[in-house]
């Protein structure tokens, strides 16, 4: 197959693209078909590695309304609402759930997920569930399933226990929620637990991490530490640290040394935390975003995550990673023309790095043929043309396609 007249992650210039046994072949200009060889025209059309979802929770995607709306829009509300759809939760409700997510996904070019399951259940449905769709959908999306201990690792009953079980059945990564136990000691004890777990197991580490206006939560630092002293480091995703918006310069200045020590990887929520945080606030009302544009100065890998898919906590949301980076360029203030213009990178290539896929991701000659074509020549404009995926390709295979919408002005 040969793709013709792409712009490669906004190159001013285009490149043909030739795909043979499911890998990239050639990537050249003005390459010649061969004989019979299938040619699809994208002349113009701007071609990226895949798109990756790199925070969600699928256990609860397209559950928002069921059974009541959560109206004040709060955290706590969205708590109270879940409480009574996971009375009706199935391994089949689960499912089907995901598959439809997972579609959307597709559609806007998503083809690598990685989504935090809750295991405080001590049933450990929903994480019997993912792992079975980990293995159904992986011919047209990569799932990495993180054990999430929504309700804390050390104040849930058997809380322990219940993350070593689901490691064990198979999870990905070892997650935590320090700044919601019930004590400072025990986040500090949970964090240990979760670095000291993903060592025995070999697996990485995701947490839920300071995900609270309270400047006084500081779980990074002891997430940092770990992953510096035990040498598991870009093993190690700090999620959300929403509390950073609100720590104080002279801490975060002495923080950076560590964190840059640390090289742990960052993954920002702009859509969920910019309307859940701040809301103790009066006014001025905090944005509750980690601090992006600092820890990419800084070199710190950051990727942007949708976390929560038309639920009880984010009542909006298609599984479009365009509209995460277009609310997350405005919250974290990054609007200079080549902070818009990579900021693809945070839902790709940054995540890529987050998610340890190595260096078969990405568009070069003899990695799996895995890219999108976006009906844009670079990211500047398919930002703000809210442009289509029209192409999705797995190894070399289309699972996702659109047509460029056609639009007229009558006058
Ligand atoms: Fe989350």
Same mark, same amino acid.
């Given at each position: 197959?040969?793709?013709?007249?792409?712009?490669i992650?906004?190159?001013?210039?285009?490149?043909?693209?030739?795909?043979?046994?499911?890998?990239?072949?050639?990537?050249?200009?003005?390459?010649?078909p061969?004989?019979?060889?299938?040619?699809?025209?994208?002349?113009?059309?701007?071609?990226?590695?895949?798109?990756?979802?790199?925070?969600?929770?699928?256990?609860?995607?397209?559950?928002?309304?069921?059974?009541?709306? &959560?109206?004040?829009?709060?955290?706590?509300?969205?708590?109270?609402?879940?409480?009574?759809?996971?009375?009706?939760?199935?391994?089949?409700?689960?499912?089907?759930?995901?598959?439809?997510?997972?579609?959307?996904? %597709? +559609?806007h070019?998503? +083809?690598?997920v990685?989504?935090?399951v809750?295991?405080?259940?001590?049933?450990?449905?929903?994480m019997? %569930?993912?792992?079975?769709?980990?293995?159904?959908?992986?011919d047209?999306?990569?799932?990495?399933?993180?054990?999430?201990?929504?309700e804390?690792?050390?104040?849930?009953?058997?809380?322990?226990?219940?993350?070593?079980?689901?490691?064990?059945?198979?999870?990905?990564?070892?997650?935590?929620?320090?700044?919601?136990?019930?004590?400072?000691?025990?986040?500090?004890?949970?964090?240990?637990?979760?670095?000291?777990?993903?060592?025995?197991?070999?697996?990485?580490?995701?947490?839920?991490?300071?995900?609270?206006?309270?400047?006084?939560?500081?779980?990074?630092?002891v997430?940092?530490?770990?992953?510096?002293?035990?040498?598991?480091?870009?093993?190690?995703?700090?999620?959300?640290?929403?509390?950073?918006?609100?720590?104080?310069?002279?801490?975060?200045?002495?923080?950076?040394?560590?964190?840059?020590?640390?090289e742990? &990887?960052?993954?920002?929520?702009?859509?969920?935390?910019?309307?859940? +945080?701040?809301?103790?606030?009066?006014?001025?009302?905090?944005?509750?975003?980690?601090?992006?544009?600092?820890?990419?100065?800084?070199?710190?890998?950051?990727?942007?995550?949708?976390?929560?898919?038309?639920?009880?906590?984010?009542?909006?949301?298609?599984?479009?990673?365009?509209?995460?980076?277009?609310?997350?360029?405005?919250?974290?203030?990054?609007?200079?023309?080549?902070?818009?213009?990579?900021?693809?990178?945070?839902?790709?290539?940054?995540?890529?790095?987050?998610?340890?896929?190595?260096?078969?991701?990405?568009?070069?000659?003899?990695?799996?043929?895995?890219?999108i074509?976006?009906?844009?020549? &670079?990211?500047? &404009?398919?930002?703000?043309?809210?442009?289509?995926?029209?192409w999705?390709?797995?190894?070399?295979?289309?699972?996702?396609?659109?047509?460029?919408?056609?639009?007229?002005v009558?006058?």
């Open positions: 197959m040969l793709i013709k007249g792409v712009h992650e906004n190159a001013a210039e285009t490149s043909d693209i030739r795909v043979t046994g499911g890998k990239f072949e050639e990537i050249a200009p003005s390459l010649a061969r004989p019979g060889e299938e040619v699809v025209d994208c002349t113009g059309k701007l071609a990226l590695p895949p798109f990756i979802e790199s925070h969600v929770h699928l256990d609860t995607c397209l559950t928002a309304g069921e059974p009541v709306w &959560n109206q004040s829009g709060t955290l706590f509300e969205g708590i109270q609402c879940w409480s009574l759809r996971k009375k009706t939760l199935t391994k089949g409700d689960i499912k089907d759930r995901v598959h439809r997510a997972v579609r959307m996904q %597709a +559609q070019g998503v +083809q690598f990685r989504t935090h809750d295991v405080t259940d001590p049933t450990l449905i929903a019997e %569930a993912l792992l079975e769709l980990r293995e159904e959908l992986k047209t999306i990569d799932i990495q399933v993180v054990a999430f201990p929504q804390g690792i050390d104040s849930f009953p058997n809380g322990r226990q219940l993350v070593e079980d689901a490691v064990k059945m198979g999870a990905d990564a070892v997650g935590a929620i320090p700044h919601f136990e019930f004590t400072r000691e025990y986040a500090v004890d949970s964090v240990n637990f979760c670095v000291a777990l993903a060592e025995k197991y070999d697996k990485l580490v995701d947490v839920h991490c300071d995900e609270i206006d309270d400047e006084q939560s500081r779980g990074l630092e997430l940092a530490a770990r992953a510096y002293e035990s040498g598991l480091k870009d093993r190690v995703t700090a999620s959300h640290t929403t509390a950073m918006h609100s720590y104080n310069n002279a801490y975060v200045t002495k923080l950076m040394r560590l964190l840059t020590m640390s742990i &990887n960052f993954v920002s929520n702009p859509l969920v935390n910019t309307h859940l +945080q701040g809301r103790m606030d009066t006014y001025p009302k905090r944005r509750g975003i980690t601090r992006v544009k600092e820890l990419l100065a800084a070199g710190i890998n950051v990727s942007f995550g949708h976390d929560d898919l038309f639920d009880p906590w984010y009542p909006l949301g298609t599984g479009n990673m365009r509209d995460v980076v277009f609310m997350g360029l405005h919250v974290c203030q990054m609007m200079g023309y080549q902070e818009i213009m990579d900021s693809y990178k945070l839902i790709s290539t940054n995540a890529a790095k987050t998610l340890h896929l190595g260096d078969s991701y990405g568009i070069k000659a003899g990695n799996p043929a895995s890219f074509v976006l009906d844009a020549d &670079n990211f500047y &404009n398919a930002l703000n043309q809210k442009s289509e995926v029209l999705s390709f797995k190894n070399g295979r289309p699972i996702a396609k659109a047509a460029p919408a056609v639009r007229e009558l006058f």
